[in-house]
């Protein structure tokens, strides 16, 4: 099995031009790949939770969270979850964070919100694909993006898919990896 990044990449192999500019299709391509593979964890563990719809709400916070991973009798009402059914937080990015510092302030606000209503909300970070420089003198935006999202939001785990130096991949990631961060969200 191969790992999310590289099934991404199936998806959009050979058709670059085709869809330059669809980064919101992307994002959408991208959460329903991680979607599944939640959900996929969540069952070969046998673990009391599901997985929300992308996009979805919390009753009280009037932020949109990519995804949830909810108990499993869960139920929306006016399409919000209630806090207290909301296990864990997910938030997924395609390629990282170009500006991590300004960027995790908005991710903090909206998970520290849902913490304000339930403090033993879990929250991870996905990225599918991060950039790490060539160079020493090269802004890293995956270790600013851990720095600001471990001092904005206390408790998070974070999980990068791939890094890649250009287009060469330098350090990829396996689903056993994955599984693992999945299953540290669902015990804490």
Not at 2 to 8: D, G, H, I, Q, R
Not at 12 to 19: H, I, P, R, T
Request: charged fraction near 30%.
């Amino acid at each position: 099995m191969s790992n999310l990044f590289v099934k991404f990449q199936n998806i959009f192999e050979g058709k670059s031009e085709q869809f330059k500019g669809y980064s919101k299709y992307k994002g959408k391509v991208a959460n329903e790949l991680l979607k599944d593979e939640v959900s996929n964890v969540l069952k070969k563990n046998s673990l009391p939770f599901k997985v929300s719809e992308i996009n979805a709400f919390v009753a009280g916070s009037k932020f949109e969270y990519d995804l949830l991973i909810l108990k499993d009798d869960a139920n929306s009402d006016n399409f919000a979850y209630k806090n207290e059914d909301v296990k864990a937080i997910i938030e997924c990015k395609v390629n990282g964070l170009y500006d991590p510092e300004k960027n995790t302030d908005s991710i903090a606000k909206a998970i520290n919100e849902v913490r304000r209503l339930n403090k033993d909300v879990a929250f991870g970070y996905v990225t599918f694909s991060e950039v790490v420089p060539k160079k020493e003198t090269s802004v890293h935006y995956w270790d600013l993006t851990k720095k600001f999202l471990h001092q904005k939001v206390t408790y998070s785990h974070l999980f990068a898919v791939t890094l890649r130096t250009g287009n060469k991949v330098i350090d990829s990631t396996t689903p056993e990896d994955f599984e693992k961060f999945i299953l540290k969200l669902c015990s804490c």
